[in-house]
């Protein structure tokens, strides 16, 4: 069962969430805000259901709802509002990119002191305009 679902991932998934993903990246170069859902209108005329996610911010955790349709999953509407999805079809909880990147940042520089975790704090913050005096 994990095989099959690594091979969807791989094979299905996140090939899809490129592009959102990267046009995501474009428009909002690291600082992202939630967007309205109202514009997620499909016109392709298939069958919608509502789907309840649980967003998880750096600084808090919000509740929206999905419109899905076939042509519009939500992992693709997740990347594109600038989170990740935490399940293949229906994802009921997502992940701020932010807050991935971050992580990423930690697991690379972690140390078991201080040192390895401000050095870590800082670069990320930089990266996102802030400017330190020391």
């Known amino acids: 069962r994990r095989h099959v679902q690594a091979h969807r991932w791989s094979t299905s998934v996140l090939p ?3 592009r959102p993903y990267m046009r995501f990246q474009r428009e909002h170069s690291g600082a992202h805000q939630a967007e309205e859902q109202s514009w997620f209108i499909c016109k392709c005329g298939s ?3 509502s789907l309840e ?7 808090c955790v919000e509740d929206i709802t999905l419109d899905i349709f076939k042509c519009r999953p939500a992992p693709v509407q997740l990347v594109q509002c600038g989170f990740f999805p935490c399940s293949l079809v229906h994802p009921t ?3 701020s990119l932010d807050m991935l990147e971050f992580i990423a940042e930690l697991f690379l520089h ?4 201080e040192r390895g975790w401000a050095a870590m704090l800082v ?4 990266a996102r305009g802030y400017r330190f005096v020391t």
């Open 16 to 18: 899809t969430l490129i």
């Open 47 to 49: 069958q919608h259901h």
């Open 53 to 59: 996610v649980v967003c998880v911010h750096m600084e």
């Open 93 to 95: 909880l997502a992940v």
């Open 110 to 113: 972690i140390a078991p002191n």
């Open 123 to 126: 670069k990320y913050l930089k």
